[in-house]
């Protein structure tokens, strides 16, 4: 009851700053209504955004233990509708489905792009408490406290087959001369004891972009902890680059329409292929373990005409997908790639490519470090099997296959949904 009736105080002075006037508010409370003003502004001009998001994740069993790398995980994120909304690097929209369902299983976290900064700024919902200023990185900010409780929340955390909105408390600084954002950092409390964990926090950095003319405010990185009530932790640091902005433009013209230049390109014509079909490939991109990351695109070429009925997938058509999965184990010394293929294109036309991995190459197969499957169990990596992606083992912390990699898939028909 003392942090609300705090809170609720501290909002009304904030509210009441524009009408009070500079000369009757503390300056506590008058910077805050500064910042709040500039930052919903910033927070309008998000949606017209997208990056690419980059997560590092690692894991140690216990907390006497150094973190070892797991995998790396690349997605492009947009604010759309009030929602983050997450693609693969290059694809050609953004899925409106929870961004775990892009990575095998592990942690990973959203919210730190725009939802946590409108949730938290974007109304008066929430009270802050002023901590004066502090040096941040050898420059001076300042900083503000805050605690959500749950009837307030947003903070969803899953863990251990479950998942709960929980309270939390965090704290921000902003740069007090340009009352830009400079760090916003959340903690979790009160977590039920479903979920099995003792921590789940996220700390955010934040930077003005210089984008085209514009500069906005955009995350630079951030940092994910997870530490379960065994003691096993989670790491995740995420960085946020490659940011553009998409828009549309129009134009009016009086001037008479220039004249065409050439034939008009054909529309391209989306086909279906059927199941059963045996598709001889070679793969064009190189899958390097010093640098691979699960998002990263594939590119291969159908090696020979491949008949159905009175039609042909032709010689040369080619083939995109990406890497699914990339998960190390190193107390295994074993890392697990997953690949998929998703879209087959050729002269005017284009098709969904869902299939299964029938067979590859004799020098692939002859390498030492190649394994199906992981026999013993003792060095299992934790990824599932996902249809219409090959899953593979291979031994050791570094390998590297080369373009020119034949394989042959079995096309499945149609996909279950978004891929």
């Not at 954002?181 to 959340?186: A, G, T, W």
Request: hydrophobic share 40%; aromatic share 10%.
């Amino acid at each position: 009851m003392r942090f609300r009736r705090r809170g609720v105080y501290l909002l009304l002075l904030v509210a009441g700053a524009v009408v009070a006037g500079a000369d009757d508010l503390p300056q506590d409370v008058l910077r805050l209504a500064q910042f709040k003003q500039k930052i919903r502004q910033d927070l309008a001009r998000i949606p017209n955004y997208t990056c690419v998001e980059t997560m590092q994740r690692f894991q140690r069993r216990r907390p006497s233990q150094s973190f070892n790398p797991v995998d790396t995980v690349r997605l492009e994120v947009s604010y759309v509708g009030g929602k983050e909304l997450f693609s693969f690097p290059g694809a050609r929209r953004f899925d409106d489905r929870d961004v775990s369902s892009f990575v095998s299983g592990g942690a990973v976290g959203n919210g730190t792009f725009s939802t946590d900064l409108n949730n938290l700024f974007g109304h008066d919902a929430v009270g802050f408490q002023s901590r004066g200023e502090q040096s941040l990185d050898g420059e001076g900010a300042v900083r503000y406290d805050f605690r959500v409780p749950q009837f307030l929340s947003w903070f969803t955390v899953r863990a251990s087959g479950s998942a709960a909105i929980v309270p939390f408390k965090g704290s921000f600084w902003f740069d007090p001369a340009t009352l830009d954002l400079l760090r916003l950092d959340i903690s979790g409390e009160d977590l039920p004891a479903e979920l099995r964990l003792t921590e789940a926090s996220n700390s955010a950095r934040y930077t003005r972009t210089h984008i085209g003319e514009s500069a906005v405010l955009l995350p630079s990185r951030a940092e994910l902890v997870l530490v379960e009530s065994s003691g096993q932790s989670s790491r995740n640091l995420v960085e946020f680059s490659q940011c553009r902005e998409y828009q549309t433009e129009s134009t009016i013209t009086f001037a008479p329409p220039p004249e065409p230049s050439g034939a008009p390109k054909p529309a391209i014509r989306d086909v279906e292929l059927p199941a059963g079909l045996v598709v001889p490939l070679e793969l064009e991109t190189a899958i390097d373990s010093r640098k691979a990351a699960v998002g990263d695109p594939l590119r291969a070429r159908i090696l020979r005409d491949v008949r159905y009925g009175e039609h042909t997938l032709p010689k040369g058509a080619v083939l995109t997908g990406r890497i699914r999965r990339f998960e190390r184990n190193p107390s295994a010394e074993q890392i697990a790639v997953g690949i998929e293929f998703t879209e087959v294109e050729w002269d005017a036309a284009r098709a969904r490519f869902f299939a299964a991995l029938a067979d590859i190459d004799n020098k692939l197969a002859g390498m030492p470090q190649l394994a199906s499957s992981d026999p013993d169990g003792r060095g299992k990596v934790t990824v599932d099997q996902v249809q219409g992606v090959w899953l593979f083992y291979m031994k050791g912390a570094r390998f590297r296959i080369a373009p020119g990699l034949h394989m042959v898939w079995r096309t499945l028909g149609l996909p279950p949904g978004p891929v």
